[in-house]
């Protein structure tokens, strides 16, 4: 019987195992070994130089600009995103018209939540491929002739190097506010009913009951989304890929951390250095994600 | 945390207030009458709004694929003189059928093989006390925190030296290997809310643990192997990054459509392009909405958690 077991478990864990090891630890542990080599990816040979690549991204210009447009998303996509989501899940949750104060649901609280969540379950080159149309910098253009109409000049959008981080900050911006939109409702609908009917007895109104119940008990979630929009923030790589003059430009204005892993280790033959980025994002990853987690706690509440 | 998200719950809580809460909140609600109906009004005019903004775009590059170019950038807001169906035909001779059968194929190898892997190895992680337990449960579910730009290079070379650049079971291989964290984490969860009572009985009739897995616990775990499984399903489909590096001949639809936008760029041919997107687009849709549920269930599930 024991025996049995055993190999039971062996049997059932090895394949899967051996998969990950391969394919997703080994690469992992890899990229650390390979930053402190100079190898091209070409040959076989390869020096170890030390700490000489980290030394030479750090006079990297064009490593620079990526990391500080990566902190532009780092610092827009959770603030625009979870404040947007809030307020649309504030707005589903107590914009209904019949009955007192407290919460009451929205009519077609059930569509807008099927709406909204839409772009989360489509690749990012369709996305990319749509927006990169509407974002057309002609005054025919359909972001623009919609400006044009309320009477706003026409824009470059992802022409113009002052703007194309933004307009990619947007289309980020919005696919996200649909999945967090209904993360946020799931963890309303999870706060017992008996608190709200305390709130109301107590004669708060929805706003004061939004502001002083709610979003205390959601503190949790929105602190969880603020690291997982973090991560996504360093991670961008396909909308820029396919998106912008380059990809990265107009003028390396959206230059980010993934497309220079991309470029150096496939395209300029440099596998050492863009490993060494590797590693760089990885650290930033970690601390980022430590200090959200700190900086952020409070004290939890159970019910 | 449970698997499943119930929605449109929020409905219910109003209906229950009690009686007294209605009386005593009627001060409130006397002066808070008008008010409810510009909030209401106002909620709407806000949601209308932003559902706008997302289905838009969508429905637009959806009529797009029946204009001609001109039409597409001359006049972007106005239905097609004549429906176009021509430009599916051409999005076909890019190359659209090779990509959607490469999708298909990958997906699908990629995803009944995830479920299986991925579900055994939750089981026993779940079900079974052995030494090493924790630190492998730990190393698959750290895998869903890491950025996959710090592996792309080294996992380049790794694929490479087994010679399964641009192949068909290369790429399901590591979709697989990439889908296992979430899919593990997920079903974790999932199989210890499950009793074990049911297991236990099978057991002292005589059944050996691999048939009580395959036969007791699996059609019992249904539900969230439909939620994790969709959700691969779509996170397969869509994924753009993997290929990219890995799978440069033979393209999916995702990269298929990226390469279709970068060469229009100079052909001008874009009622193909936004063919080929209609055909990236439309199974996707479909399965969103047949499930919707379960997709939004699974995909934020194991967030909450």
């Not at chain 1, 827009?76 to 107590?94: K, S």
């Amino acid at each position: 019987m024991k025996h049995g077991q055993a190999r039971f478990i062996v049997g059932f864990l090895a394949f899967p195992l051996l998969l990950y090891v391969v394919f997703v630890i080994s690469p992992f542990i890899q990229a650390f070994h390979y930053a402190l080599t100079d190898w091209t990816g070409v040959s076989s040979e390869f020096n170890y130089v030390g700490l000489q690549n980290f030394q030479n991204l750090m006079q990297d210009p064009l490593f620079l600009t990526a990391i500080k447009n990566n902190a532009v998303l780092l610092i827009g996509l959770p603030l625009v995103t979870i404040m947007l989501a809030l307020f649309f899940a504030f707005l589903l949750n107590v914009g209904g018209s019949a009955g007192g104060a407290g919460v009451q649901g929205i009519r077609g609280n059930g569509f807008y939540k099927l709406a909204f969540f839409l772009p989360q379950v489509l690749s990012v080159p369709v996305i990319a491929v749509i927006w990169a149309v509407i974002f057309n910098p002609t005054a025919d253009g359909m972001a623009n002739s919609v400006l044009g109409r309320v009477g706003l000049g026409s824009s470059g959008w992802l022409a113009d190097p002052n703007l194309a981080l933004y307009s990619v900050l947007w289309v980020l911006i919005w696919g996200s506010v649909g999945f967090y939109l209904v993360l946020f409702n799931a963890a309303m609908t999870a706060i017992p009913r008996d608190i709200f009917e305390a709130a109301l007895i107590d004669g708060a109104g929805r706003f004061t009951t939004f502001f002083n119940v709610t979003m205390p008990l959601l503190w949790d979630t929105i602190q969880t989304s603020w690291v997982y929009l973090a991560i996504l923030a360093l991670d961008v790589y396909a909308l820029v890929a396919v998106m912008t003059a380059g990809p990265g430009g107009p003028d390396n204005s959206t230059q980010v951390i993934a497309l220079q892993i991309a470029q150096n280790g496939f395209q300029f033959g440099r596998a050492g250095y863009a490993s060494a980025m590797g590693v760089v994002l990885f650290f930033i990853t970690l601390v980022i994600a430590l200090i959200m987690l700190r900086v952020t706690r409070r004290e939890r509440i159970e019910y | 945390m449970t698997v499943t998200v119930n929605t449109g719950e929020p409905d219910k809580v109003d209906n229950a207030a009690p009686p007294s809460g209605k009386a005593r909140g009627t001060a409130a609600s006397r002066d808070g009458k008008v008010g409810d109906v510009a909030v209401n009004v106002f909620s709407h005019a806000v949601l209308v709004g932003w559902s706008v903004l997302v289905l838009v775009p969508f429905l637009w590059a959806l009529v797009a694929s029946t204009k001609t170019s001109r039409e597409i950038f001359g006049s972007p807001w106005s239905l097609p003189d004549s429906v176009q169906w021509s430009n599916f035909a051409s999005a076909w001779d890019k190359g659209v059928g090779d990509y959607l059968l490469n999708s298909i194929v990958v997906v699908t190898g990629g995803v009944i093989l995830t479920m299986l892997l991925g579900s055994m190895t939750a089981y026993v992680l779940a079900r079974y006390e052995f030494r090493g337990n924790r630190l492998i449960y730990y190393l698959f579910a750290g895998g869903m925190m890491f950025p996959v730009f710090l592996a792309i290079v080294p996992l380049f070379f790794v694929v490479q030296s087994l010679g399964m650049l641009s192949t068909y079971h290369g790429l399901i291989l590591v979709y697989v290997a990439y889908s296992l964290p979430f899919t593990v984490f997920f079903m974790h969860a999932f199989f210890r809310t499950l009793p074990t009572s049911v297991a236990e009985a099978a057991m002292i009739d005589g059944a050996s643990h691999t048939r009580v897995f395959f036969q007791v616990m699996l059609p019992m775990a249904k539900p969230g192997l439909l939620s994790i499984g969709i959700f691969n399903v779509l996170g397969q489909w869509n994924q753009f990054v993997l290929p990219s590096f890995l799978s440069s001949e033979k393209p999916v639809l995702a990269q298929g459509i990226a390469s279709l936008l970068a060469s229009q760029r100079y052909e001008g041919d874009w009622g193909a392009l936004f063919a080929a997107l209609t055909v990236a687009m439309v199974p996707v849709v479909v399965v969103y909405l047949v499930f919707y549920r379960q997709v939004q269930g699974g995909l934020t599930g194991g967030t909450l958690k």
